[in-house]
């Protein structure tokens, strides 16, 4: 089976930084991705993982380590319309585009 | 036009009733997805279809039947659901239905059954 791990809840301040876990033990990785989903929205796409390293996207970045089984999301100069949950997803080579989603992190934003 | 648009967005039904969502994208892809969004519970994966073809289909009740008549079009026929059933339902689309492309979701449908 695959297990996710994220962080229920987080909480940070406007104009910081915020780094957002997520865990994975499955069988056949093919990548990761990290979606944000704004309460009765649907997840948009912020960014995809395959390889190890870092990959930086504007305020956002994402790592990961495949020997760890481990991703990170770094949201920087954080603002108040960042309050929303991220969800951690990943691919496993099956047949089809085969996604398996953690809980999602609900991150808040306070002034 | 926005990329993938479900309706209705919300929905409210009995147990014997008979419903449709309906999801439609204007992104040009092959693949969609139906996935069940349950509070406190990670996003389930319930159907894949690529080029109308169903290729995917994740132990779901048969009260549950998808429908592709092309490849902009999806729909989840509901019939004799249970409380447990309810949920947000997103629909999902990719350009091929391999695992090599990124998932676009619609805003989802939240499902309530009395």
């Known amino acids: 089976g695959q297990n996710i791990d994220q962080p229920t809840e987080m909480t940070a301040t406007e104009g910081a930084i915020v780094q957002i876990n997520c865990t994975y033990q499955?069988?056949?990785?093919?990548?990761l991705f990290w979606y944000q989903q704004h309460a009765g929205e649907a997840p948009t796409f912020l960014s995809y993982?395959?390889?190890?390293g870092l990959e930086e996207k504007g305020r956002f970045s994402s790592f990961l380590s495949r020997s760890k089984g481990y991703s990170y999301l770094l949201l920087k100069e954080l603002q108040m319309k960042d309050s929303a949950s991220y969800l951690c997803?990943?691919?496993?080579?099956?047949?089809?585009?085969?996604?398996?989603f953690g809980t999602g992190t609900r991150l808040t934003v306070i002034p | 036009e926005t990329g993938v648009t479900q309706t209705p967005r919300h929905l409210v039904m009995g147990m014997t009733n008979k419903k449709s969502l309906k999801c439609e994208q204007h992104?040009?892809?092959?693949?969609m997805y139906w996935y069940k969004q349950s509070a406190k519970k990670p996003l389930e994966l319930m159907f894949v279809?690529?080029?109308?073809?169903?290729?995917e289909n994740n132990s779901v009740p048969s009260r549950f039947s998808p429908e592709c008549p092309n490849s902009s079009h999806l729909f989840l026929h509901l019939h004799t659901l249970q409380p447990e059933d309810s949920a947000l339902y997103l629909c999902a689309s990719s350009l091929t239905g391999l695992a090599t492309d990124t998932q676009y979701f619609g805003p989802g449908t939240r499902l309530t059954v009395l």
């Open positions: 993982n395959v390889l190890d």
């Open positions: 279809y690529s080029l109308e073809e169903r290729v």
């Open positions: 997803a990943v691919r496993v080579q099956t047949g089809a585009n085969n996604l398996f």
């Open positions: 992104l040009g892809h092959n693949a």
């Open positions: 499955t069988s056949g990785f093919n990548g």
